[in-house]
T-cell receptor, first 113, second 114 residues
Framework: EPEVTQTPSHQVTQMGQEVILRCVPISNHLYFYWYRQILGQKVEFLVSFYNNEISEKSEIFDDQFSVERPDGSNFTLKIRSTKLEDSAMYFC???????????FGAGTRLSVL | AQSVTQLGSHVSVSEGALVLLRCNYSSSVPPYLFWYVQYPNQGLQLLLKYTSAATLVKGINGFEAEFKKSETSFHLTKPSAHMSDAAEYFCAVRRNSGNTPLVFGKGTRLSVIA
């Protein structure tokens, strides 16, 4: 069964460093999403991406964040200068043209020290 | 704006007992509603969805949920709990147009006691 793949599973970084979280969506999907879950809190939407541009973003997705689809398979989330409060589980999701269902990856746990 | 409230951050049931996980939503437009499950060290897996067809929705692993507009609820049930049902369960809502973001509840951790 096709699945969304995220790498790495755990990323540890120092405050102020740049990190790139990687996702390989399901191959025929057209819509891509990033969500995050701070420990003990809700899963929160960050950004959605379609046709090589951001289609919607939340207040959390400020100038420190960017997304890119550098090739036909990868979808990345970059945090330019990490802060302690960026520590969270980051989930990538994708959906097809119909869009009813978003399929999630296993997540990347980001720890900012 | 849309929101989801899951009552009970932790629910514990005996094996074979009824599972009831509560979810209430708020939405200014007709919603699509979802239940996702997360097993340890895994991603969010869709259990079931309501997208304005039948109000009683059946999902995987014997789970079902009923959309009740008058109560703004979408509670998840399973007649008989199994040890393998122990996981975190998330209720989510989104607008029923386009590929719109999901708004999640805080999740309910289900423990099943032998």
């Amino acid at each position: 069964e096709p699945e969304v793949t995220q790498t790495p599973s755990h990323q540890v970084t120092q405050m102020g460093q740049e990190v790139i979280l990687r996702c390989v969506p399901i191959s025929n999907h057209l819509y891509f999403y990033w969500y995050r879950q701070i420990l003990g809190q809700k899963v929160e939407f960050l950004v959605s991406f379609y046709n090589n541009e951001i289609s919607e973003k939340s207040e959390i997705f400020d100038d420190q964040f960017s997304v890119e689809r550098p090739d036909g398979s990868n979808f990345t989330l970059k945090i330019r200068s990490t802060k302690l409060e960026d520590s969270a589980m980051y989930f990538c999701a994708s959906s097809d043209q119909g869009g009813d269902i978003q399929y999630f990856g296993a997540g990347t746990r980001l720890s900012v020290l | 704006a849309q929101s989801v409230t899951q009552l009970g951050s932790h629910v514990s049931v005996s094996e074979g007992a009824l599972v009831l996980l509560r979810c209430n939503y708020s939405s200014s437009v007709p919603p699509y509603l979802f239940w996702y499950v997360q097993y340890p060290n895994q991603g969010l897996q869709l259990l079931l969805k309501y997208t304005s067809a039948a109000t009683l929705v059946k999902g995987i692993n014997g789970f079902e949920a009923e959309f009740k507009k008058s109560e703004t609820s979408f509670h998840l049930t399973k007649p008989s709990a199994h040890m393998s049902d122990a996981a975190e369960y998330f209720c989510a809502v989104r607008r029923n147009s386009g590929n719109t973001p999901l708004v999640f509840g805080k999740g309910t951790r289900l423990s099943v006691i032998a």
